[in-house]
């Protein structure tokens, strides 16, 4: 599934590990069975396919039928001396979308009619994202992780592969950037933990890091970066 169609559930809470089934449908996104999800739905929690009288509360974002309600957080964003591509000052796109669970200021069952109740059991600091909020309403501090909004540019940095690199699974290079141009959380990870996409035993990762996981060394690094 490219980058430009339904491409979150939940913000992106990727769990410790990736489930065997490739479907959204059991995957740790699945949180139909959760006693916060008074929906008991799987989809809902993220979208919604008719937005009654909420849209200005939750937001139609990106054509996403997106039902989950955002952060507020301010964050700082990655900055690096050998940064190339042009980043923007907050997190845009689908990755403001998938910090609206991961910066861990948001409370799970913030979707549809219910109130914004904390699920604070659910939150572990093993699916937030590192540096960002985490209930104590301080800034957000990316810049411990890696860079999202930001511009693919491989004219600019030449140790970037050319965008018609395969991807694993998903196409090339260019079908997991946003608009074909941008790198953002759903680059990398594949939130709908899809057949042929989504790597088993992974936290939803596209390219599989380790030979353990049926891949090569660093195999989702190497096949952008060019060291």
Not at 154 to 174: M, V
Not at 208 to 224: E, I, V, Y
Request: aromatic fraction near 6%.
């Amino acid at each position: 599934m490219k980058l430009t169609a339904g491409l979150l559930s939940l913000g992106c809470l990727i769990a410790l590990s990736a489930p065997a089934s490739a479907q959204i449908k059991n995957s740790t996104h699945d949180f139909s069975t959760k006693t916060w999800n008074f929906r008991a739905e799987i989809c809902r929690v993220c979208h919604v396919p008719h937005d009654h009288d909420y849209t200005t509360k939750r937001g139609l974002v990106s054509g996403l039928l997106w039902n989950h309600a955002l952060s507020s957080a301010t964050y700082t964003m990655y900055t690096s001396p050998s940064l190339d591509g042009a980043i923007d000052s907050a997190p845009t796109g689908t990755s403001k979308l998938c910090l609206g669970c991961h910066d861990g200021t948001v409370a799970l069952d913030a979707f549809d009619k219910n109130p914004d109740n904390w699920v604070g059991s659910y939150l572990g600091g093993s699916a937030r994202v590192p540096g960002s909020n985490y209930w104590s309403g301080s800034t957000g501090d990316l810049r411990a992780t890696h860079p999202i909004s930001i511009v693919y540019d491989e004219t600019k940095d030449k140790g970037l592969a050319p965008k018609t690199t395969t991807f694993g699974g998903s196409g090339t290079i260019a079908d997991v950037l946003e608009g074909g141009t941008k790198v953002q959380c759903s680059t990398c990870h594949d939130v709908h933990n899809e057949a042929g996409e989504a790597v088993p035993g992974t936290h939803l990762l596209r390219i599989a890091q380790t030979t353990a996981q049926g891949g090569t060394a660093s195999g989702l690094c190497l096949t952008c970066h060019v060291k």
